[in-house]
């Protein structure tokens, strides 16, 4: 089992950037895909970030609305993620939340297994 806590969100002016953690307990996290989602009042949870690893590397993808904005990064040795979120916009505004699956690179939420609490970004314009 693996437990997710996120943290890191916050207010921010647009344009401006917030880097959110997820701490994951468990010996077996670096087997794990770990994403990051979000939702936003009224809409659906949305993919926004994956990373997954293993003995040939690391693979990410991003949600084309935040490609070349943030960054999804992952210490298997702290069993942390991170996602940089840089020149944010209003519309980012939501609860961000971590997820682990145990196969995969998946993008669809059903696809994960285990859930962090969520963190609240918010983005002023």
């Known amino acids: 089992q693996v437990q997710l806590v996120e943290s890191g969100g916050g207010l921010v002016q647009a344009g401006g950037s917030l880097r959110l953690s997820c701490a994951a307990s468990?010996?077996?996290?670096?087997?794990?895909?770990m994403g990051w989602f979000r939702q936003a009042p009224g809409k659906e949870r949305e993919f926004v970030a994956v990373i997954s690893w293993n003995w040939s590397g690391i693979t990410s993808y991003y949600a084309d609305s935040v490609k070349g904005r943030f960054a999804i990064s992952r210490d298997n040795a702290e069993n942390m993620v991170h996602l940089q979120m840089n020149s944010l916009k209003p519309e980012d505004t939501a609860v961000y939340y971590c997820?682990?699956?145990?196969?995969?690179?998946?993008?669809?939420?059903?696809?994960?297994?285990?859930w962090g609490q969520g963190t609240q970004v918010t983005v002023s314009s």
């Open positions: 468990g010996r077996t996290f670096s087997s794990y895909t």
């Open positions: 997820a682990a699956a145990p196969v995969g690179i998946p993008k669809r939420a059903r696809d994960y297994s285990y």
